[in-house]
């Protein structure tokens, strides 16, 4: 059996309150989202100067579902990462991820713009190498955490 090949497309809009992740410059993030699916290959917004920048972008993902039984409901879920595009390594900000299969049963919520909240950067956290994160909070950053169920708004 073969391999099937998927192709998903996601409209990235705007991104709110983002906390100043560089010590120089207004803005203080160049923000950027990223996202990836198992070992497909990650795409990713242009980067903006803004703690509340505005993308307006349509990425699009090629996904490799393994054959066989399950399939699409056997991948990983979708990632979404917040990063803050700096000169050598980016810094990873905060992640967010997405059942496919939620995608898939539901598609209905997903036809309309969405906002999904990147839990764990508390209000006016600044400069993180200032600030003492619990270890809760980092593990919500990374997107393996959520107390709260995602709401389909």
Known sequence: ?????????????????????????????????????????????????????????????????????????NMPPLKMSLMDADFGSDDHVASRTVPLRDLLLHPHLFSHPKWYAFYGGPRGAELKWFTKMSKLAKRMNAGKYFPFPHSAN
């Open 1 to 73: 059996m073969e391999p099937e090949t998927w192709i998903l497309k996601a409209q990235v809009y705007a991104g709110r309150d983002l906390p100043r992740m560089d010590y120089f410059g207004k803005a203080g993030i160049e923000a950027y989202l990223r996202l990836s699916c198992g070992s497909s290959r990650p795409h990713r917004t242009y980067y903006k100067r803004s703690r509340s920048p505005e993308w307006n972008q349509e990425l699009v993902l090629r996904l490799v579902v393994p054959p066989g039984k399950g399939g699409i409901g």
